[in-house]
């Protein structure tokens, strides 16, 4: 039985940079995919994420810097010289062919003998589980169906590295998880070299070995999700990744103690763990946080006082926005049927365990 194959394959960016016209998009990016992984460019619109990937795939201006595939350079290499294949936004379907056709036309292109072909596109169509499907057209699929079409149409030839611009965004939000799952499913099982495009954090989270977060054509930092999630470089990654309490201050050290103290005159004691004095932005997460009535003790915590300004109800949390000082703090507390809530306008005290603050350079 026909197999695809599949190589695994690193990516190195060296120095990258390019421009349309006068606009600066990416500004000297550098970074390395290991062969094999599941590698996600995630950031706002006009970060510069999608012109990354197409500049891997060779679309658009040639940049400066290089590219590497496999240790080969193809920076000055047209696209279909680089053997990627690319699952675009739109799908790109051909709507007067059928799904088979649309399977076997790049291989039809490149010249594989026709006894291949067969065996390659089934079981290409196979792996995305459409082999009913073949005669099919476009128009007679559903949105996820022809993202399918989409995917075996690229694995067929046998990339070298599969790149994904944001394929999951035209999909419903039930039909958006079935998909990242099957894709996983999918690269896990070729052992593909995969670079994805998106805007949406879940999605990076949920399906990537490795992130690199941009804005403004530069990588803000790279690692595993949880790695930012945890411990981010700087505000605009804490912002991004996730809802951050973000307080901006100064770390003061005195009488052997370590403290971060707020512009408003709040302070947090810190735990010392190799933050130096000067300015900063205390950085901690909702869920990082205990609310309680007034007065109610908490050991080895930093206690504030404050007023419930906003609730929302979000299923499995309450989510409470309480105005402390100057600064407005999001808590989120575990929702259980019959268990008390705090009202718009309750006093209520807010303690945090110093650990799970961090410090971001001012």
């Known amino acids: 039985m026909t197999e695809i194959r599949a190589q695994a394959v690193g990516v190195a960016i060296e120095d990258l940079s390019l421009s349309f016209e006068t606009t600066e998009v990416l500004k000297g990016v550098s970074l390395t995919i290991e062969p094999g992984e599941f590698f996600t460019f995630l950031g ?41 294949g690319m699952v675009f936004q739109s799908y790109a379907l051909w709507p007067h062919m059928t799904v088979r056709k649309n399977v076997s036309f790049g291989l ?39 993202q399918r079409v989409a995917l075996a149409r690229t694995i067929v030839v046998e990339p070298r590295v599969l790149l994904l611009d944001e394929p999951l965004s035209n999909l419903d939000a039930n039909l958006r998880i079935q998909m990242r799952r099957d894709i996983l499913e999918l690269q896990r099982k070729l052992k593909l070299t995969t ?33 930012l ?11 991004f990744l996730g809802t951050a309490n973000l307080i901006d201050g100064r770390v003061e050290k005195g009488q052997g103690k370590i403290s971060f103290q707020a512009d408003d005159g ?18 901690f997460r909702p869920q990082d946080l205990t609310i309680r009535e007034p007065g109610a003790a908490s050991e080895g915590a930093a206690v504030f006082s404050g ?20 600064n407005v703090i999001l808590v989120d507390d575990s929702h259980q049927a019959g268990r008390p809530v705090f009202d718009v306008g309750d006093d209520v005290a807010l ?6 603050v961090r410090i971001l350079a001012g």
């Open 195 to 227: 670079i994805f495009v998106t805007h949406d954090q879940e999605e990076a989270n949920t399906i990537s070995d490795r992130i690199a977060v941009l804005n403004d054509g530069v990588i803000q930092q790279v690692g595993s999700p949880m790695e």
């Open 307 to 326: 007023q419930v300004q906003h609730r929302e109800f979000l299923g499995s949390i309450i989510r409470y926005a309480v105005r402390v000082g100057e």
């Open 44 to 84: 706002p619109s006009g970060s510069g994420k999608s012109t990354l990937l197409r500049a891997i795939a060779g679309f658009g201006p040639e940049p400066g810097g290089r590219i590497l595939i496999g240790g080969e350079d193809v920076t000055h290499l047209p696209p279909w010289k680089r053997n990627v």
């Open 351 to 356: 303690s945090l365990a110093v650990d799970q």
């Open 229 to 239: 999630y945890d411990n981010p470089a700087n505000r605009f990654v804490a912002d």
């Open 108 to 146: 039809e292109e490149r010249r594989i003998p026709a006894k291949d072909i067969h065996g390659r596109v089934e079981a290409a169509l196979d792996l995305v589980d459409l082999r009913d499907y073949g005669e099919r057209r476009p128009s007679q699929l559903s949105g996820g169906q022809q």
């Open 266 to 283: 709040t302070l947090i004691p810190l735990n010392g763990n190799g933050v130096e004095p000067g300015p900063g932005t205390a950085m």
